[in-house]
């Protein structure tokens, strides 16, 4: 079964860093890129950060751009997320999720349960 | 970056059909995907491209797309489809990035 695991959430103050894992199971990771997105409580989803399967690309949200950054061990099977400089704005349960491309189009086809961060005074 | 609209919440009778929308500018050049999230669990992928589903989401699920809008269908509504959908698509004015839209409440009568 194919599954993915989120770990490195917590409570942390303003201004602080984290960094979020994400490990898989049961794919080829090397062959997808990955995708990280949130979800505020109470809140709709939003994309984040994105990185292509070698890992030498990568994009961001403008919400979290020069403070975030996405990377990926494809030895070991890992995706990364770095939040620095954290914000009572990026508190959320964060997924990460497998990015498939099709014929024509893509989209994220497997989902973690996510890890959540809580940015508090 | 660009922005996808929803309806925050329709209803729907057991066993009919319920059609829920996503407008944004980025549909004209981009296919939507839609999520399907319950509470307390991770999305779930129902819908992406033209009209395709992931293995195991359940044939009443489809979709269509005209314009700068897209849509899915729910046709037989069950208690078990009562969630909150998102649609999603890559964004029109920044390459590789990606939007979702604000979500829709399905409630099941």
């Known amino acids: 079964e194919v599954q993915l695991l989120e770990s490195g959430g917590g409570v942390v103050h303003p201004g602080e860093s984290l960094r979020l894992s994400c490990i898989d199971s049961?794919?080829?990771?090397?062959?997808?890129?990955m995708t990280w997105i949130r979800q505020a409580p109470g809140k709709g989803l939003e994309w984040v950060a994105g990185?292509?399967?070698?890992?030498?690309?990568?994009y961001y949200a403008d919400s979290v751009k020069g403070r975030f950054t996405i990377s990926r061990d494809n030895l070991n099977n890992k995706l990364f997320l770095q939040l620095n400089s954290l914000r009572a704005e990026d508190a959320a349960l964060y997924y990460c999720a497998r990015h498939t491309y099709f014929d024509d189009s893509s989209a994220f086809d497997i989902w973690g349960p996510g890890t959540m961060v809580t940015v508090s005074s | 970056s660009s922005e996808l609209t929803q309806d925050p919440a329709v209803s729907v009778a057991l066993g009919q059909t319920v059609r829920i929308t996503c407008q944004g500018d980025s549909l004209r050049s981009y296919y939507a995907s839609w999520y399907q999230q319950k509470p307390g669990q991770a999305p779930l992928l129902v819908l992406y491209g033209k009209n395709n589903r992931p293995a195991g989401i359940p044939a009443r699920f489809s979709g269509s797309s005209s314009g700068n809008a897209a849509s899915l269908t729910i046709t037989g509504a069950q208690a078990e489809d009562e969630a909150d959908y998102y649609c999603?698509?890559?964004?029109?004015?920044?390459?590789?990035?990606?939007?979702f839209g604000s979500g829709t409440k399905v409630t099941v009568l």
């Open positions: 999603n698509s890559r964004d029109n004015s920044a390459n590789h990035n990606y939007v």
């Open positions: 049961g794919f080829f990771f090397t062959s997808y890129a």
């Open positions: 990185i292509s399967e070698s890992g030498d690309i990568t």
